[in-house]
């Protein structure tokens, strides 16, 4: 039973693990949160590292600087 006045999120990994830092971006990419097409321009990109019995595995995501801003105050 959930908790009055408490919002239930889904869990995403990616945001415990993710290092976000800033970037220009040359070739094309695809907003996490919004999925328009960013290129030329700075963002945050977002790298979260996987370990496990094999290789590391890298996921990557990116962020306009200002959804980025409001996304995180959000969090």
Known sequence: MPIPGMIHKPYDSFNDRAYWRLKFLWLPKRSALTGRW??????????????????????FRYHEPTEHIIWSLKQ
């Open 38 to 59: 960013l290129f030329l321009r700075f963002v945050y990109e977002g790298i979260a590292m996987y370990t496990g019995p094999g290789d590391p595995v890298f996921e």
